[in-house]
């Protein structure tokens, strides 16, 4: 069995779109690589220290490579920025186990992917998987342009229904309201795109009264950050039983950190899951955008990059 962190080779890097690369990963050693499902991600632990999340593009099943889309970020903080200009082929690298924070219902029998920009790295890998599983499939794939819009070749050869929209062609982003009107209750509704698509999505699907609907960011949910952890609260370390406390402001993570224990991270925003902690005990103010209303009341997992404490005191399993 491997590590939950291991080192894989470069085998490739592709220019798919404008500002877009894939990057294909191969097994340093002759072992498969483990398994994912459609909508999962691994974190990539580059040389120059930043760690960054990234979903799978490839179809499920495939474990002799990992291929990853990355969409190189105007305000790049070093992580894409660093992809597209310093890693090579041929170079070793230190990737995360997949996980999966937007996972795929298979029990529908109709679907309705929506992907906006690089969003379509997830959504390009649950096609695939529909498409193999004999599933009724509609997706609508929006860019800025058709030069932005990667794997558009593949996607078109699925044979599945597809609506393309590129906002500088129609002046403006798409009417999703439009689109997501009057659709059968039971389809299963997938979007991942930037933040404004992913509201008007959400408001289009409660509207519509649509219980089958997924989203999955890839930036932080700003509604969902503020007012976070206006007093400060104590936390107990469960298995020293030591007592630490969290000023107001400050985040559980570094906290965490200070006292020595080993806590992984990536996003640090809430929207990878890498720092999820196992909580025994307390009434958790929940921050992130990676658990589900369902989990979130189970209260058994908090992400403490960005997750706290409503009141009094929280016990944690670590
Ligand atoms: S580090 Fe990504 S959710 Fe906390």
């Known amino acids: ?22 990057i294909e990963l191969r097994a340093s050693d002759s072992a498969p690589l483990p398994a994912f499902d459609a909508g999962s991600h691994i974190s990539l632990h580059l040389p120059n220290g930043i760690v960054r999340s990234y979903s799978l593009v490839n179809a499920t099943g495939n474990r002799d490579r990992y291929i990853l889309g990355v ?10 920025a660093f992809v597209h200009e310093k890693l090579r082929s041929g170079d070793s690298i230190l990737i995360s186990e997949p996980r999966n924070n937007f996972p795929l219902d298979e029990s529908g029998e109709r679907f309705v992917l929506i992907a906006g920009g690089i969003g379509i790295t997830a959504i390009y890998s649950m096609a695939q998987r529909l498409v193999a599983l004999g599933k009724s499939v509609e997706m609508l794939y929006c860019c800025r342009s058709r030069e932005h819009a990667a794997w558009l070749e593949p996607i078109q050869a699925l044979g599945l229904s597809l609506k393309l929209h590129f906002d500088v062609q129609a002046g403006g982003p798409p009417d999703l309201r439009g689109f997501l009107d009057e659709r059968d209750r039971a389809t299963r ?30 930036s932080a949910d700003p509604s969902g950050l503020k007012d976070a952890q206006g007093a400060g609260y104590e936390v107990q370390l469960g298995r020293s039983g030591k007592v630490v406390r969290v000023e107001a402001g400050a985040r559980l993570l570094d906290v965490l950190r200070a006292e020595g ?13 890498s720092c999820e902690t196992s909580v025994i005990e307390g009434d958790i103010d929940h921050r992130d955008s990676v658990l589900s209303e369902s989990e979130r009341a189970e209260g058994k997992t908090m992400m403490i990059c960005v997750s706290g404490c409503k009141r009094g005191r929280l016990v944690l399993d670590c």
Do not use: K, W
């Open 1 to 22: 069995m491997r590590p939950a962190t291991f080192t894989v080779i470069v085998d490739r890097i592709h220019v798919e779109a404008m500002d877009t690369v894939s």
């Open 71 to 80: 969409l190189r970020a105007r305000d790049s903080q070093g992580g894409s």
């Open 189 to 218: 509704f997938y979007c991942c795109g930037p933040t404004p698509m992913l509201s008007a999505f959400e408001s289009a699907c409660a509207e519509n009264g649509y219980t089958h609907a997924h989203i999955e960011r890839f």
């Open 261 to 273: 224990i080993d806590v992984p991270s990536s996003c640090e925003q809430g929207i990878c899951g």
